[in-house]
């Protein structure tokens, strides 16, 4: 059973557009939610993280949104690049149990043109 | 970059011999992790360890078992290799669990086939 549901599984944009990835959870529990890149050849990494208390958090022309109410928490990518491409992961998890244990999302290629 | 190593980095084995991938940390974090990733199905996390001798099943552990004897390795062992298990294994690590920051680092991966 997939804990949190991303889409789409990839995305194609121009350079400058601005690629959005969304994801959905049903766990209440969960509260921290962070995404991560991957680049071919390489490990995940962490991009941007946030918690449930707050509506939106930047970072660069990364932003991430988030409505509590909905279960939906989205990324934003402002001006995209050519090095922008790459597969993000979206992720949450519930840090009073488990563990900090993280659940995935299944992951969206992007692809940004130049 | 986190001092994350896995080794091998590239292996191809056979059907039903046994198989062990070693991840190796410097940096004294408590848990560490593996996962797999399989294209359309993401990252999932097969085992776990919170400390020394202390491990965990994840959500897709049938076939693996792990093993944590030091701080710095964790071990993961396919006991009899099935061509279900070729995938890229990624080994991460979290000094803490829970808490504000529950950021994990990612080593670079093994990319294993099972023919």
């Known amino acids: 059973q997939q804990q949190v549901k991303q889409s789409p599984q990839s995305l194609i944009v121009q350079k400058g557009g601005i690629p959005i990835i969304n994801c959905a959870y049903e766990n209440t529990a969960f509260d921290y939610f962070p995404w991560y890149q991957q680049f071919p050849g390489k490990g995940p990494a962490l991009l941007i993280a946030i918690r449930p208390d707050v509506s939106e958090k930047k970072e660069g022309r990364f932003t991430i949104s988030f409505n509590k109410s909905a279960k939906q928490f989205s990324l934003h990518i402002m001006d995209s690049q050519p090095g922008d491409s790459a597969t993000y992961f979206c992720?949450?998890?519930?840090?009073?149990?488990?563990?900090?244990?993280?659940?995935f999302g299944r992951g969206t290629q992007l692809t940004v043109w130049p | 970059d986190a001092g994350i190593t896995q080794s091998p980095r590239h292996k191809v084995t056979e059907t039903g011999t046994p198989v062990t991938l070693r991840c190796h940390q410097t940096e004294n974090h408590r848990y560490m992790y593996w996962y797999r990733q399989d294209p359309g199905h993401g990252l999932r996390l097969i085992h776990y360890?919170?400390?020394?001798?202390?491990?965990d099943k994840g959500e897709v552990s049938d076939g693996y078992s792990v093993s944590r004897s030091k701080t710095e390795d964790f071990l993961l062992t396919l006991e009899s290799a099935t061509s279900s298990q070729t995938s890229v294994y990624f080994c991460?690590?979290?000094?803490?669990?829970?808490?504000?920051?529950?950021?994990?680092?990612f080593g670079p991966g093994t990319r294993l086939t099972v023919l």
């Open positions: 992720a949450a998890s519930d840090r009073g149990s488990t563990l900090g244990r993280l659940y």
């Open positions: 360890s919170y400390g020394v001798k202390d491990t």
């Open positions: 991460a690590i979290s000094e803490v669990a829970g808490g504000p920051h529950n950021e994990q680092f």
